[in-house]
């Protein structure tokens, strides 16, 4: 029986690839991408030939079975992201239950992850956290909000650029404009930042500079 490697790359700066990351991407029998163009310029930049095929939350459900029964046949296969951690936010929970239920060995790589500088950056409690990841766009986003104003444990967010402010200004209206916010963009790049104030306050600073990149929200829970 073959094995399925879950292999994080580099949100940004390439250098956070670590050595046996490129190891076992060279030696595995296929690599399961979720964006083969994208992916194929990290293989390119590390000398990695192994054969690609897309693996992405549109065809996920469909392929799963016919990659368990590859990997059970005796095929190694690794699976990366668009960048970060497999399955955090990105396709892999589906894969990694399907071989957890076949029996198949699962060996998950440590590397880069978004919310861990993110966290550690915001000067927050961190003993303590929770991740919340996107929250709903529309049904259930009330809900989750009204929950989460009680939340006493640090809590954070992947938001895109285009609705950062509306979910900041629904921080202020749930949670309180002087709750402590901290927004940490384009990690790992190299115009990186982290904007740390009230709901309030970090909400007017991007009214007036509208933000770009990757982003992560962290939000210190409820005294």
Request: charged share 25%.
């Amino acid at each position: 029986m073959g094995k399925l490697f879950l292999v994080p790359t580099p949100i940004g700066n390439l250098d956070d690839m670590t050595f046996r990351a490129v190891k076992v991407l060279k030696e595995v029998d296929t690599i399961l991408a979720e964006d083969t163009r994208n992916s194929g310029k990290l293989l390119k930049h590390f000398d990695i030939g192994t054969h690609m095929q897309s693996h992405h939350m549109h065809n996920e459900h469909k392929t799963v079975d016919h990659i368990v029964e590859r990997i059970k046949s005796g095929e190694n296969i690794a699976l990366i992201s668009d960048a970060g951690t497999p399955a955090i936010s990105d396709p892999g929970f589906l894969l990694t239950r399907a071989c957890v239920e076949a029996g198949i060995e699962v060996d998950c790589l440590p590397g880069a992850t978004a919310f861990v500088p993110a966290l550690v950056n915001s000067g927050f409690p961190n003993d303590k956290f929770i991740f919340e990841g996107f929250l709903p766009v529309k049904k259930g986003r009330q809900t989750r909000l009204n929950l989460l104003a009680e939340e006493t444990r640090t809590m954070i967010f992947y938001e895109s650029p285009h609705k950062l402010l509306k979910t900041l200004k629904h921080f202020s209206e749930y949670f309180g404009e002087d709750r402590p916010v901290s927004v940490s963009r384009e990690i790992t790049k190299l115009h990186e930042e982290t904007i740390r104030g009230t709901a309030a306050e970090v909400l007017q600073h991007y009214t007036k500079k509208p933000p770009k990149g990757e982003i992560v929200i962290v939000v210190k829970g409820k005294s």
